[in-house]
């Protein structure tokens, strides 16, 4: 009984803050959409660690993501007067960073890498991320090299919809909710988009993975 308190307690404090942390972007946002620039900065470091994490793992080049972040900010700036608030506002400044790192990728065509090192292993969804995330911790030098190597080649056979979901929900730990919204598709389709892409990656690894 006393851990189940515990647990509703840490709940309630968790709910709470991410409540205040709202109505504190509603509020730098309402400031911002009157004209006040210096709320905007505000909002700017607030979120570019977070968002320059997201780009540099689609894009593994941060001479890139520093350039897609200055691009993002500079669109939310140039359309915050349309944001309505139906959502929050992270998310919404999520969807356009997603958005112009695809638009990035596609139009340079650059090769998506993703790390071993930030694979939870603990938690991990896919049991194929988890082996690999497994095999990183004991494998060495070439080895590991390989591996990394064959799960990069893997990512680029799936499409960049279905390697955006994974990275959100693998790296980035958001939930189908949030992936929904970001992505502008529904929940349904964020769990199908999933599926399909452990059951490629499990496809394309299974040799590497069992041995």
Same mark, same amino acid.
């Given at each position: ?66 350039? &897609? ?10 359309? &915050? ?131």
């Amino acid at each position: 009984m006393a851990f189940s308190r515990t647990v509703q307690v840490d709940a309630g404090v968790n709910e709470a803050a991410e409540t205040r942390e709202a109505d504190r972007d509603a509020e730098l946002v309402a400031r911002v959409q009157n004209g006040d620039v210096r709320a905007y900065d505000e909002l700017v470091v607030k979120y570019r660690e977070r968002l320059f994490a997201i780009v540099y793992n689609m894009t593994s080049n941060r001479e890139d993501a520093a350039d &897609i972040i200055q691009d993002v900010f500079i669109k939310a700036f140039s359309s &915050i007067t349309r944001f309505k608030g139906n959502s929050a506002f992270f998310t919404w400044l999520y969807r356009i960073a997603v958005n112009t790192t695809l638009s990035h990728l596609k139009k340079n065509r650059l090769r998506r890498f993703f790390s071993l090192e930030t694979i939870q292993e603990e938690g991990a969804s896919a049991e194929v991320l988890e082996t690999l995330a497994a095999k990183h911790k004991t494998e060495k030098g070439a080895l590991l090299g390989e591996l990394q190597e064959k799960l990069n080649d893997a990512l680029q056979k799936l499409s960049p919809k279905h390697r955006t979901v994974v990275i959100l929900f693998e790296i980035e730990g958001l939930s189908h909710q949030e992936i929904s919204a970001i992505m502008g598709c529904s929940v349904g389709t964020v769990r199908s988009r999933l599926h399909y892409a452990k059951q490629q990656l499990q496809a394309y690894l299974k040799d590497f993975v069992d041995s």
